[in-house]
């Protein structure tokens, strides 16, 4: 049979929150727009984006969606949430990237400990450290604009 399944995680990666990466519930399939809306919601409502924060975004169709863009602008605003976005085809300025292939190398190399394997993903963002995340924003963000 076939073993490949398609699904979906949204991650957030946080210099501010005490929380180094938060990540949206799995959920199979692919991510619309109002998912994307959704998972906005959440996580103003988890406190992972506060006031004063910079909400970085890349490119990604349900980003930039027509319908969405609006709610999502209205929704970051009222909470005192800046958004930017990377230029784009620049996946090399995103730390989420990073955080995405650190996961899928644990996955893919270190032994299962859970035999759930949504369980298991989680556990693999769960692991992922503050020190990494500023490793990754310094890679991403601060050497390549001159910021140090």
Do not use: M
């Amino acid at each position: 049979g076939d073993y490949r399944e398609s699904f979906t995680v949204t991650a957030l990666v946080s210099l501010t929150s005490a929380q180094p990466c938060w990540v949206s519930p799995p959920r199979s399939g692919t991510n619309d727009q109002w998912d994307f809306l959704r998972v906005i919601t959440w996580l103003l409502e988890e406190g992972a984006l506060r006031q004063g924060d910079f909400l970085v975004l890349d490119n990604a169709r349900v980003h930039h969606a027509v319908d969405s863009r609006p709610h999502i602008q209205a929704l970051l605003g009222l909470h005192g949430v800046h958004l930017r976005f990377i230029p784009a085809y620049s996946p090399e300025l995103n730390p989420c990237e990073l955080v995405f292939a650190e996961v899928k190398h644990k996955l893919r190399n270190a032994p299962r400990v859970l035999t759930d394997f949504w369980a298991e993903i989680l556990r693999q963002f769960a692991h992922v450290t503050t020190a990494q995340v500023d490793a990754f924003y310094k890679h991403c963000i601060i050497t390549p604009l001159g910021l140090e």
